[in-house]
């Protein structure tokens, strides 16, 4: 009779970084499709918000299929951050009204701010998509990508800026709506015809098991590991 009695556990599965790109999968309210798509460029660069030694500004619009992406960079004659890296945008549960917010109003009256945290779905919000992003820059420079879900409609699509502790008061911003749902026609695919993920057919490897992948990534073949030798054998 065995002294313990448990059996053998099932190991737990991690993901492991792709080898290989597969077709995009149509969640576009999630992020940007960067390794899919070329996006369209909107050279709109002009101040969102300012104040006298700060300067909130939009540089670029990314237009893709279905979403865009901000390009924006605030601007101070001081010091901003000691890390670049982290940015001034912050998504918390509870929102800082004295830190640098922003937000956009579309036609319709649906909006969407960095007042809220977002979390990616796997299936279709129903309300609009905000997520706030760090880029880098200096100290005096950071940079920011604001990606948004869905393109606007034709009609006034409006930013709001917004930083108490740096005297920016509540700021909006009225872009063409109907100009940047045109630009996406212009967003390129990069690699047509790539072949579809399996479902459910990520990537993965078990704890304290060598994990061979099938060359398209598909079912996980888990080599037994070689046994111990007791001391003395």
Known sequence: MSFFTGGPRERPLFPVPEQELYAFNGRHWTDAPREHIVPAVLPWAQ???????TVIALRAIEVWPEALT??????????LVDNPAEGLIDHRRKPDYNGLLIGVLYADGSRASSETVSVPSASEPEDPVLRAQPVGGTRFAVDHEIFLWPLPSAGPLKLVVQWTDREIPETRTTLDGGAIRAASKDAAEIWPGLGKRQANGLPVRRVGKQVALTPDWGTAVVRAEEPGHAPGD
């Not at 901000?70 to 010091?79: C, E, K």
Request: glycine share 6%; hydrophobic share 25%; no cysteine.
């Open 47 to 53: 101040p969102l918000g300012r104040s006298e030694r």
């Open 70 to 79: 901000l390009r924006v960079t605030v601007y101070s004659r001081d010091s």
